[in-house]
Structures are given as C-alpha cells and as structure tokens.
C-alpha cells in the first residue's frame, strides 16, 4: 500500500512540475507592455513607455484582492468574447492596478496591434477603452505573490528613493502584475509612478 502512495505522490508531483513548467512557458510567450530602460539606479530603474491602449474598469475596492477579484471578471469577460464583435483578445502582461481610497482602477494592456477605434465596444459598461499617453516612470521590482500590504511597503520604499534622488513624480503609485495566480514560480511585480520629465 506504502509503495503504491508513494507512486501516486510521484505522479501528482510529476504533473504539477509538467503543469508550472507549462505556465511559465505560455506566461513568458505573451505579449509584454514595450518599454525602454533610460537609467538604472540601486533602488530602482527609469523607464520610457510609448503610449499604449488599455482596457480600463474603475472601482470602489481599497485593497489588492478586492480590486483583483471584481476587475479581473470584467476585464476578463471583454477580451475573451464579452464585446460587440464577440472577438477573443489575446492576454498580455503586465496587469496595472491602482488602489487608492479615493478610488481604484485595474486596465489591461491591449495588443500592440490594436489602438481605440479598431479595438470591439465592451458589452459591460463598465469597461472602456482609452488611449494612454507615453510617459518616464520610475519602477521597482520584486518576486512572490503580492499583497496589499506587501504593496504598501514597496511603494513605501520606491517613494522613499524618489525623494533621496530628489526626483519629482505625480499621480497614483501602480502595481503592475506579470503572472496568472497558478503560477508559484518565477512570479514578477512592479511598482511604478510617473516622474516629471524635466527633474529627470
């Protein structure tokens, strides 16, 4: 009986090992947000992001699982049928997600090849689709799984940094998320805030 347990103990570890190899594969072929490194500092880098289109909910959530859970729905939904084309959109990364009191918002980055008006109309209202400007952010990277207050502490830390730099930024801190929640290894998050272009 031991031995036959333990050949299904193997067997599952097996197909988990097959299955997170898989994901890491698949995550690692999707398409990721463009963007160009400017200057790399200890604590964090400058990036350069050209502009880009984003399908975008807005939300009353205040903290990351709360956004997470209702805006992933909706988001979700659009690009796999939920429009007026009932076209599927593929999935990209990073997931951007700002949790504020004043009010939350998770987007998805869509497809370089597509921009507002040959993207489909969302059925849910409560998705639109907007053009974001290009724009120099700071950023700060770290692995695991994120929580909220694992995200406080990083954008504690990046704000922090900013302000020894003496680096002037405006508008809400971002989380971005690189990776599906199945996914246990090799998992990336970012923090990042626009900076203003002339303190650079």
Do not use: C
Not at 16 to 36: D, L, N
Not at 88 to 98: A, F
Not at 109 to 122: E, Q
Request: net charge positive; proline share 4%; charged share 20%.
């Amino acid at each position: 009986m031991m031995k036959i347990i333990l050949i299904v103990i193997s067997i599952l570890v097996g197909l988990f090992i097959i299955f997170e190899i898989y994901t890491t594969m698949a995550t690692a072929k999707s398409e990721t947000q463009a963007y160009k490194v400017i200057k790399v500092e200890k604590e964090f880098e400058i990036r350069h992001y050209p502009s880009v289109t984003m399908a975008t909910i807005k939300s009353s959530a205040r903290t990351y699982r709360e956004l997470g859970n209702s805006g992933f729905t909706k988001l979700a939904g659009y690009i796999f049928g939920g429009n007026k084309d009932k076209k599927q959109i593929p999935m990209t990364s990073p997931v951007h997600m700002t949790i504020a009191d004043s009010g939350s918002t998770m987007s998805f980055v869509m497809p370089s090849i597509y921009k507002k008006d040959n993207l489909p109309l969302p059925n849910n209202s409560d998705v639109t689709i907007k053009e974001v400007s290009e724009e120099y952010v700071a950023a700060i990277t770290f692995g695991g799984f994120a929580t909220s207050d694992i995200i406080k502490k990083q954008t504690t830390m990046l704000e922090n940094a900013l302000k020894k730099h003496r680096l002037s930024y405006y508008g809400n801190f971002r989380f971005l998320g690189y990776n599906p929640p199945y996914q246990l290894f090799g998992r990336r998050n970012e923090i990042i805030v626009t900076l203003n272009w002339n303190s650079i």
